[in-house]
């Protein structure tokens, strides 16, 4: 198996599973650095902006951003990596703005009402810098004396606020694939959604595969009637519907991603289970396992070291499978309201947010989820077939 030469290049042979490949690394990336990519850097994509709920793809708005009034601590890069970091700003879209000497003057938006018929808001920029903790205002030559709520007073240069208005208090933003109805763009929820699709499913795939090879090896070198109890056990989980066992786990173990994930691996270990019991009824026959336990051997160390390197190209195939089916299953119950819940988005949780509006002129809001699910599954369902074709691997587990 090892020994086939090229294995990479007979894969990117055929078009379509390279295409897939190339799909699944992109996907990997973009969820793994998701925060890099979106506009909205918030905890959960969670930054609704009032005012542009239900945009079409393209919108593009300038938005004026305003400090909070609270200290925020910086986030540490990595950290913000992982969960995002909560905005310093509140934002609200305009039509225009204009900026004088001393004061920013911006038309709130208003998607109905001309801009002739919005009345302007003008406000300090030493006002827009500190907010409310901003209560009496002194102009002096380069700046302003500020005189704040605690009593202080502290200086500020012209030319300093001017460049921090500029910098981070207009900001333009492009949605390209619109807004949902809480104004938090589409796009960028999704592209987090498929950070926890692809989580859940390699974690749960993980539980699977270790727990599918363990007991399918104890059953296929034991036989007797440790394998049939063992067979006995495969077959009523076998049996039973994959989301009906899945319900099942949720409810007694509670809602919240560390028990999607693993309630999903607890429902697809047996296919590896049954692919590993036929693997290793027919490689404990073979002379090597024969002589190397006739040395003394442990059981263990043949079953690590003799046994299971020789059926991992079935388990690569099975593990690029079960993913598939783990994603799969996991939008399925986000969509129901059994998997991760909102605000954190999953590829699930915004289709259920949004199917209401397929049938109205919003349809891209439930259907962009489904398209990424769909061709999440196809690409994996892709290079499986591919791993398969270039280890030769049967699709049916030997029984």
Not at 193 to 216: D, E, K, N, P
Request: hydrophobic share 45%; charged share 15%.
């Amino acid at each position: 198996m090892s020994s086939q030469p090229g294995l990479f290049k007979q894969f990117i042979k055929e078009k379509p599973r390279t295409i897939a490949l190339g799909f699944i690394l992109f996907c990997t990336v973009l969820a793994t650095f998701a925060y890099l990519f979106t506009g909205d850097k918030t905890p959960d994509i969670n930054e609704q902006i009032t005012g542009i709920g239900l945009k079409k793809p393209g919108f593009a708005i300038d938005l004026v951003a305003i400090p909070k009034t609270q200290d925020i601590p910086p986030t540490p890069f990595f950290n913000f990596l992982l969960n995002g970091r909560t905005n310093k700003y509140f934002f609200i879209p305009v039509d225009k703005y204009h900026i004088s000497q001393d004061s920013l003057t911006y038309y709130p938006y208003d998607g109905e009402t001309p801009t002739s018929k919005v009345a302007p808001i003008t406000i300090h920029k030493a006002k827009w810098l500190l907010g409310d903790k901003a209560i009496q205002i002194a102009q002096h030559e380069n700046g302003y004396q500020i005189t704040l709520e605690d009593g202080n007073q502290v200086d500020l240069n012209r030319n300093d606020v001017d460049q921090q208005l500029k910098k981070t208090g207009i900001q333009h933003r492009t949605f390209w694939l619109g807004t949902d109805l809480f104004g938090r763009s589409l796009l960028d929820r999704i592209i987090l959604g498929i950070r926890y699709s692809l989580f859940v499913g390699l974690l749960a795939v993980l539980i699977s595969i270790t727990i599918g090879t363990v007991i399918g090896m104890v059953s296929g070198y034991f036989g007797g009637r440790t394998d049939d109890i063992i067979s006995y056990i495969m077959n009523v989980f076998w049996s039973i519907p994959t989301l009906i066992l899945v319900f099942a786990i949720v409810l007694v173990s509670g809602r919240g991603i560390q028990n999607i994930f693993i309630a999903v691996g607890l429902t697809m270990w047996v296919d590896t289970a049954r692919l590993v019991r036929g693997q290793t009824l027919a490689l404990k026959k073979e002379k090597y396992v024969e002589a190397v336990r006739s040395m003394g051997m442990s059981t263990a160390r043949i079953l690590r070291k003799h046994i299971l390197p020789n059926m991992l190209g079935p388990l690569i195939v099975i593990a690029v499978s079960n993913f598939a089916s783990a994603i799969i299953v996991e939008s399925g119950l986000s969509y129901l309201g059994f998997g991760i819940q909102p605000p954190t988005p999953s590829l699930g949780s915004i289709l259920s947010e949004n199917y209401g509006f397929i049938l109205s002129n919003k349809p891209i809001l439930a259907i962009a989820p489904v398209v990424v699910l769909l061709l999440l599954v196809l690409a994996f369902n892709l290079v499986g077939n591919g791993v398969r074709d270039i280890f030769d691997v049967k699709s049916n587990s030997q029984t």
